[in-house]
């Protein structure tokens, strides 16, 4: 039976704080900062389940090789001049599985297969080299052909980041639905990362129908604001779209076209008179998991930073005191991950599909999470401190480490 599977991203033994992102506040914030891997790792595990506690369907994607030494001969980096070089080539940032890749479900594709294009993610440059690992990595996972495409990422001349910039609304994930593709237009502070015609193409190469089809502007502000993925403002599931009055340039076009487009799309608008902006971005309250859990009960996945912030809960107890389609709110930790700018949602890959036609090694029970716990406890650095960043022992544990869980995994081809 088709469901929603979300695929994680298993943090990274390398995670650490380089400040990359340029237009991620959150990152640049916390640059040069000591982390945490095994903590960071072990809020990924804990989140994750916590929602099959909630009966959801539940994968993982691996952290890619690092340090990625091809990367680094590449650009040449100089170890003690280009320290971006190399924090880039250290980067776990493919623990945000948001960013892998966009994934259009088997009702919304003309050939009746789940089509899913690796996200070239060119405008950063630490994470540019993340799409052949993940390529490689989702060919296996998906690699029934009968029910799967797996492409390669759009020409690197379009910057494309995957699922945070698309979304989709259906009357159930089993139903042919309408996909949302979010686009940004360059000139504001910081980059726009998603192009027009990146989305364009992933759309028909998908084979989509155009009349479920809908391409709309980030609103230049919300870049501005450090929104520099749409899934920091808005978030779809199932009919409902969840979004801040400013996540869109054309807030009521869009939901004029939504409504055309998918009748019985209910959209949950946050006011900025509520939530500013800046509120919205720094606790990621849209950078949710919109779950349907089997009870039917619509639930909002927040990160803790939610509860914190008082305009944020006000709201959302407002929210669950009201009638509207989202019952419940549930608060996560993941502030390992929060601080380099990646929520609950950036976190998972979205893919409907029949679990039983994903490679099972990607697939999540209990019994493998213990496992998983177990082996990151003992073998993940505990704190990487940003001169740490470079060093060859350091290097060798993340490698040992990585090794360590593809072994446990049965996944010793992504070595
Ligand atoms: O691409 N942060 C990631 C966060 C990605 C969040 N994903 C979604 N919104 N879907 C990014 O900006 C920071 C790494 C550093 O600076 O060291 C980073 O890459």
Redesign the pocket.
């Known amino acids: 039976m088709l469901q929603e599977i979300n695929f994680d991203g298993i943090v990274g033994p390398s995670h ?6 340029l237009g ?1 506040l959150a ?1 640049t914030k916390n ?1 040069g900062g000591t982390s945490y891997p095994r903590a960071a790792a072990l809020q990924g595990l804990a989140k994750m389940r916590g929602n099959m506690t909630l009966g959801l369907a539940q994968g993982y994607l691996l952290p890619l090789p690092r340090p990625n030494a091809g990367w680094l001969d590449e650009v040449a980096a100089d170890a003690t001049t280009d320290r971006a070089l190399v ?1 880039g080539a250290w ?1 776990a ?1 493919s623990m ?1 599985t ?2 892998a890749a966009t994934v259009s479900p088997a009702p919304d594709t003309q050939d009746g297969r789940c089509h899913l294009t690796v996200a070239n993610l060119v405008t ?1 440059p ?2 540019s080299h993340e799409w052949p690992d993940t390529h490689r990595q989702l060919r296996l996972a998906f690699a029934d052909s009968r029910h799967f495409g797996v492409h390669h990422p759009v020409p690197m001349c379009f910057g494309d980041e995957g699922a ?1 910039n698309h979304m989709r609304l259906a009357p159930s994930h089993g139903q042919p639905g309408l996909e949302v593709f979010v686009y940004g237009r360059s000139g504001g502070p910081f980059p726009a990362r998603q192009h027009e015609q990146a989305s364009r193409i992933v759309a028909r190469r998908h084979g989509l129908d155009p009349a479920r089809m809908l391409f709309v502007e980030q609103a230049p502000e919300a870049i501005a604001a450090g929104a ?2 749409n ?2 403002v808005a978030v779809a599931n199932e009919h409902v779209l969840f979004t801040h009055e400013c996540a869109f340039a054309d807030p009521a076009g869009t939901y004029a076209a939504i409504a055309a487009k998918c009748p019985g799309a209910q959209v949950v608008e946050v006011p900025a008179s509520a939530v500013s902006l800046n509120e919205a971005v720094r606790s990621y309250l849209f ?1 949710a998991q919109l779950v349907t859990p089997p009870s039917g009960e619509m639930t909002l996945v927040v990160p803790g930073e939610c509860k914190e912030s008082a305009p944020v809960w006000t709201w959302l107890q407002a929210m669950l005191a009201g009638n509207g389609p989202i019952r419940q709110v549930k608060v996560v930790d993941v502030r390992q991950s929060m601080a ?3 929520g609950p ?2 976190l998972r890959l979205r893919v409907v599909a029949d679990p039983t036609t994903v490679d099972p090694r990607f697939l999540l029970d209990e019994a493998r999470a213990d496992a998983m716990e177990a082996l990151i406890a003992q073998m993940w650095p505990e704190q990487i401190d940003p001169a740490d960043v470079g060093s060859a022992s350091l290097a060798a544990s993340i490698h040992s480490a990585r090794t360590a869980l593809l072994d446990l995994l049965g996944l010793g081809e992504l070595a």
């Open positions: 650490n704080y380089a400040g990359l992102s991620n990152a640059a924090a980067s940032s945000w948001a960013n950063m630490h994470r945070a520099f993925h899934d920091v950078n380099n700018g990646g949602a950036c």
